[in-house]
Structures are given as C-alpha cells and as structure tokens.
C-alpha cells in the first residue's frame, strides 16, 4: 500500500524567507502524481503544484517549485518570498496513474506559518 | 464558473443517527470523490464516483455509502453515527475518471459533521 509521510508537524518563517517542506513516500508504482495542496484556515483544499513521476524536470509555479527525487522517494516543496498569505496547512498527496481512480492518499500535513 | 459546493456547512448529530451530505460538481466534471478529514490529520478517501457508477472506496465500514444522480451531484450517507465520525467531510470534482493530468481535483469547503 502507499504510504505519504510529512514528518514536520509545524513550520515558521520570516516573510519574505524561503522555507522547505519535507515529504517522503512509499510506493511500487512506477507511474504515478505527486501534489501539494494547500488548505488556509478557511478550510477550502487548493493545488499548489504537481509533478508527473515520468518527468525528470522539477515542477515550478511562480514562489513553489519542487524537488522531485524519484529513487529517494522524495518530493519536497520550496516557497519563495514567503507572505503571510502563505499561512495554512499543507498536504503532500500521491495519486496512482491508472490505478483506484479518484484516490488521493494525502500525508497528515504541515502547518506553516508565516511571520511579519 | 461556481466551484464545488457543498452542505450543509456544520451539522450536529448524535450518536445513532443518520446523515446526508451533499456536493455539487463543477459545471462538466463528472466524477466526485468524498475524503474524510479529521482534525489534525489529512484528508482520507471514502468513495469515488463517475458517471453514476463507484469507482473506488476506502477503508471505510458499511455504515458508510454513496451515491451519484444524473446531473453528477453527489450524497454522502453515513448511518448508526458513531463519536469517531466527527469530522470535515470534503468532496472534490474531477473531469475524468482516468490517471491523466484531468484528474486533478477540485475540492469543496467541506461539511463539518459534529457527533455528540
């Protein structure tokens, strides 16, 4: 079965800092999506970015960007000029291509908090 | 273009009863997936539907079922309310049903079940 493993409970950083969020995974899948998603207290889950597990290029998306490291199992979230809107919780999430559709198995989440 | 809706937005229940919760899709996505969130933890998946047939379930007990109408909204029901089934229920829409880059999924705000 997979398994997503979050092992940083709570994060903080100074505005406009750059902070690494850790996330480690279990699977024999070979073709699979990676995922964070960010869910700010108002409680609504967003996609922050995603990686394909057949590219060998790290996703990026403006301040997020992504170290994708396939045979570590591995898959760490970078943020970038960190603001407070950045606040919230956040879940590494897999998802087997082709497999049990509609299934996302989601690590138990960091809270990060930004501070001015 | 509304996003995923959902209600109620809490509810209060105890222990025995039975519950409905509802979810309303994105305009064209045909699949929904319910996940269970219970605080502190993340999101766990319950069911998967597309085009009105399950395509997945969880570890979750019979207590627990599903359902898709013709318009591809969906109803969550859990039936004989146990303490442990307090929790944000979250739907999320999808466009396909398949392990492609349509199956990111778009998440409501949740109903917020409380069992007392």
């Known amino acids: 079965a997979q398994t997503v493993t979050q092992s940083q409970p709570e994060m903080s950083v100074q505005e406009a800092e750059t902070v690494t969020l850790s996330c480690t995974y279990d699977?024999?899948?070979?073709?699979?999506?990676l995922f964070w998603y960010k869910q700010p207290p108002s409680r609504q889950m967003i996609l922050v970015i995603r990686?394909?597990?057949?590219?060998?290029q790290n996703a990026t998306e403006n301040r997020f960007s992504v170290n994708f490291q396939k045979a570590a199992k591995s898959f760490s979230l970078k943020i970038s000029d960190s603001q407070l809107g950045d606040t919230a919780m956040y879940f590494c999430?897999?998802?087997?291509?082709?497999?049990?559709?509609?299934?996302?198995?989601f690590g138990k989440g960091t809270k990060l908090s930004v501070k001015p | 273009d509304a996003g995923v809706t959902q209600s109620p937005t809490h509810l209060i229940k105890t222990r025995g009863q039975h519950v409905t919760l509802r979810c309303s899709p994105i305009?064209?996505?045909?699949?929904v997936s319910w996940y269970q969130q219970v605080l502190g933890q993340g999101p766990q998946f319950i069911f998967q539907?597309?085009?009105?047939?399950?395509?997945g379930r969880g570890n979750f007990p019979d207590r627990f079922s599903a359902r898709q109408f013709p318009n591809y909204s969906s109803e969550l029901n859990v039936n004989a309310l146990l303490l442990g089934d307090s929790a944000l229920y979250l739907c999320?829409?999808?466009?396909?049903?398949?392990?492609?880059?349509?199956?990111?999924?778009?998440f409501g705000p949740g109903t917020r079940l409380t069992v007392l």
């Open positions: 699977t024999s899948e070979s073709n699979y999506y």
């Open positions: 990686q394909e597990a057949y590219k060998q």
């Open positions: 999430a897999f998802e087997d291509y082709g497999g049990s559709q509609g299934n996302l198995i």
């Open positions: 305009s064209g996505h045909k699949s």
């Open positions: 539907y597309y085009e009105k047939e399950e395509r």
């Open positions: 999320a829409s999808s466009l396909s049903d398949r392990g492609t880059i349509l199956t990111e999924q778009f």
